[in-house]
């Protein structure tokens, strides 16, 4: 079957037709029911319109109603937190407290995030200029840790994969604190074309879950991250 994930390629979730930690959960469960993934690559914006496309299902998403598709339990989540400098010591308990620092995040950030945060740094908001956009998720993170932002909004497991490699780099050791503003894990569910497919993605990833390789799978690309928000259920 044919399965849609984002060319963007959020790294380490999506790396290559194999591996990555949505990659590996999407085979993995279709493997449980006999099924062979063959992987897509659409921009996030195609993927809306897998109705018109070659392809049974896409990832990523949420339910949306009437638009004739099928969509699976929730299956991956993404944790948006603030994330700062050790040596800072900058404190973070609301995001009010963001006022008159730098923030690098993510172009629609404001948008997605929204509430107080969209309110002090969407278009029109009172602190737009202290907030800076960056579509590359590495570029972001080394204006972080060179100093041209004094706080990065965006995944954890992204942030800590990139850290990783920047530290490498500058051949030092990177020490962030993590600031969980945004409460629990954000979970996102596949959509499919049909109810059959919906379904078997469904039950191979109980399967996958009742034998821990679920969880193995997330343990394998986020061991590295050393601060974690407070877990949630899907």
Not at 1 to 6: E, G, P
Not at 124 to 131: E, H, L, M
Request: hydrophobic residues 40%; proline residues 2%.
């Amino acid at each position: 079957m044919k399965f849609a994930f984002s060319s963007g390629k959020p790294i380490p979730y999506v790396i290559d037709s194999q591996s990555g930690l949505e990659v590996e959960i999407v085979n993995e469960a279709f493997k449980q029911v006999g099924i062979e993934v063959e992987a897509v690559w659409l921009t996030y914006n195609r993927m809306s319109f897998i109705q018109q496309l070659d392809i049974h299902g896409r990832g990523v998403t949420k339910a949306r109603v009437s638009d004739g598709l099928f969509y699976s339990k929730p299956y991956i989540y993404y944790q948006d937190v603030a994330l700062t400098r050790a040596e800072s010591d900058i404190k973070l308990v609301d995001v009010q407290d963001m006022a008159g620092y730098t923030i690098g995040s993510w172009q629609t950030a404001a948008q997605d995030i929204g509430g107080k945060f969209g309110y002090m740094f969407g278009e029109k908001g009172r602190f737009r200029n202290d907030y800076f956009p960056v579509f590359d998720d590495y570029r972001r993170v080394k204006m972080f840790w060179v100093g041209n932002l004094d706080i990065v909004v965006m995944d954890l497991v992204i942030f800590d994969h990139f850290t990783q490699k920047i530290a490498i780099e500058m051949g030092q050791t990177l020490n962030y604190d993590v600031h969980c503003l945004w409460g629990d894990k954000h979970w996102f569910q596949a959509a499919f074309k049909t109810q059959e497919y919906r379904d078997l993605f469904n039950m191979g990833l109980s399967l996958l879950q009742a034998e821990d390789a679920y969880q193995a799978i997330y343990s394998k690309y986020t061991s590295g991250v050393k601060t974690h928000c407070a877990a949630s259920s899907p």
